[in-house]
């Protein structure tokens, strides 16, 4: 954040205080503030709608007559009294939740409290250390709203749905935080998931004002943030005293308040827009706050700026003579701003790369910018360091592939369950020529790795190995068996009509009545019908050729 955009709000944070609340008192709907309080009652979680028997039942239901307290050393909360429904506390193990999540949310803990009812999970409560509250996303619907409210020295964050619903809680205290799972995976009623919100105490005081907690608020969110703390009814002279004057005030009542923002070679605008009418703040909407993200501009001299400059003459589709050339002047221009940017250790090199690849595709050869990026390569493996080496075609650059595929595969060995990810291994084992001598001995090395990413990559370039037939096709048998489904794919995709034998095919029968992943299977049905097709046409030709049996490859041949 710029420091005069918090200059123009820190001043007057105190003047926006309100008398933090009685300790342990539940926090009412009124204090939860404008998204609070959702339009549809009835909705529920796409958990909750295949939701049967006692759990169906109790996910339909949005109020209960009688609450049970909950209480340990650490927590206190209410939850439903109902006879199919307890608390269980969970340590070293894991808690089931139905449902499948695309989240970055941290569900870690070191206490986990399950409210549950026949054996199925209706919330999870996860306690663990920690000095700040979760930030993670979860793909099931998008946060708009968080409110802050300060209680017993702890922080309190309810983040709400657009439809007022709220889909996860959870409270900071000085050095352990508690937090609810989304409601969004839970087979239960949001009045009910939000009337537990409402009763969650941490026992331990807090240290936490709330002058202190509308500063790293401010801090990390910004005026985004800053809004968490104001209700529905709050006056525009006291929106004002945290805000500032707007930059300007439409004729429908709502303000505008504009932050001018300069970062990573962009700018931009964020807008925050409130509704006023009678001089109190309305419910507003979703749209609050506009980051102006996907309206922002490049900076001339910046890295995106040299991007989209280069961008237009990435990979011609003809080269040479009539490939669609770069000015020679914007060359010089963008090979100037590579070398001065590349120099500082902490500038996006990974980007800086993708302008130079294609400086190389345009016949840029500048020893002093490869020279930083074979460096740079060598110590980090940048992704487009490594196109750029590629690209340039410096045989003795080969070298620096093989040496980072070792360092990997080396790595695979020391821990063969470790995954990983988006590793670069595929591309530098496609940058090393079939020719290259080393080649054989990498694959080899590849493929008998005690690590399934890493046999995975090496069973990709498995058609191109110059392998004798005997040793491809006992690789090929191998694979079959491999505890990895991606390995047995690459394996299936090798069988090849002119070089296996009735064995061979019976071997890739036997391993697809065992197999169980579905890519996996429907790619050895496809060989093996594509080999049935071509026997049967094999054999009618040979019938009509003269009424002798077709020719097939057998063990001694």
Not at 57 to 85: L, N, R, S
Not at 508 to 524: F, G, N, P, V
Request: charged residues 30%; contains cysteine.
């Amino acid at each position: 954040m710029k420091p005069t955009r918090v200059a123009l709000l820190n001043p007057l944070l105190a003047a926006f205080c309100i008398t933090t609340a009685i300790l342990n008192a539940e926090i009412s709907e009124d204090e939860l503030g404008c998204f609070s309080r959702p339009a549809d009652e009835e909705s529920k979680s796409f958990v909750a709608e295949r939701a049967k028997g006692v759990v169906g039942e109790i996910a339909k239901t949005g109020a209960f007559k009688k609450w049970k307290t909950f209480e340990d050393d650490k927590v206190q909360f209410i939850y439903p009294d109902h006879d199919a429904i307890t608390v269980e506390v969970k340590r070293n193990e894991p808690v089931p939740v139905d449902g499948n999540r695309v989240s970055g949310v941290d569900t870690s803990f070191s206490r986990a409290y399950r409210i549950a009812a026949d054996g199925e999970t209706l919330l999870v409560l996860m306690l663990r250390k920690a000095d700040w509250l979760d930030d993670g996303i979860c793909l099931c619907g998008a946060v708009v709203y968080d409110r802050y409210l300060v209680r017993n020295g702890n922080l309190y964050r309810f983040s709400f749905l657009e439809n007022g619903i709220l889909k996860k809680m959870q409270v900071l205290g000085d050095d352990e935080r508690i937090m609810m799972f989304e409601w969004t995976h839970l087979p239960i009623h949001p009045a009910v998931y939000r009337q537990i919100a409402r009763s969650l105490v941490l026992k331990k005081r807090g240290t936490w004002t709330e002058a202190d907690c509308r500063k790293r608020v401010l801090e990390r969110y910004g005026a985004e943030g800053v809004v968490g703390w104001f209700d529905e009814g709050s006056t525009v002279e006291l929106v004002e005293k945290v805000l500032g004057k707007p930059s300007r005030t439409m004729s429908n009542g709502v303000h505008v308040w504009e932050y001018p923002k300069t970062e990573n070679g962009y700018r931009w605008t964020e807008r925050l827009s409130l509704p006023f009418g009678d001089g109190k703040l309305l419910r507003f909407s979703s749209e609050f706050y506009d980051s102006a993200w996907n309206d922002r501009e490049a900076i001339k001299g910046g890295i995106p700026w040299m991007m989209k400059a280069a961008k237009p003459y990435e990979e011609p589709p003809v080269r040479g003579e009539q490939a669609k050339k770069m000015p020679e002047r914007l060359k010089e221009e963008l090979l100037a701003m590579f070398l001065e940017k590349a120099q500082d250790e902490d500038t996006d090199f990974n980007s800086l790369c993708q302008v130079m690849k294609i400086l190389v595709e345009q016949g840029v050869q500048d020893e002093r910018a490869l020279s930083i990026v074979r460096k740079r390569f060598a110590s980090e493996g940048d992704h487009y360091a490594a196109w750029v080496l590629h690209e340039a075609g410096h045989a003795e650059d080969v070298t620096l592939f093989i040496e980072k595929i070792r360092q990997v595969y080396a790595d695979g060995a020391a821990d063969p369950e470790r995954d990983f990810g988006l590793s670069d291994l595929h591309n530098w084992l496609a940058f090393i020529p079939d020719e290259d001598s080393r080649y054989a001995g990498i694959l080899r090395d590849g493929l008998k790795s005690p690590n399934a990413d890493v046999r995975e990559s090496a069973y990709y370039f498995l058609d191109s190995a110059p392998f004798p037939t005997e040793e491809r096709t006992a690789l090929v048998h191998a694979g079959l068996s491999d505890p990895s489904a991606r390995v047995r794919y690459w394996a299936t995709r090798y069988f090849d009509e002119e070089e296996m034998t009735d064995r061979d095919w019976e071997i890739l029968r036997k391993a697809a009545e065992q197999e169980k992943d579905e890519s996996t299977l429907k790619k050895m049905r496809e060989v093996l019908d594509e080999h049935q097709a071509a026997s049967q046409a094999n054999k009618m030709k040979a019938e009509q050729d003269g009424g002798g049996q077709p020719a097939t490859r057998s063990e001694s041949k």
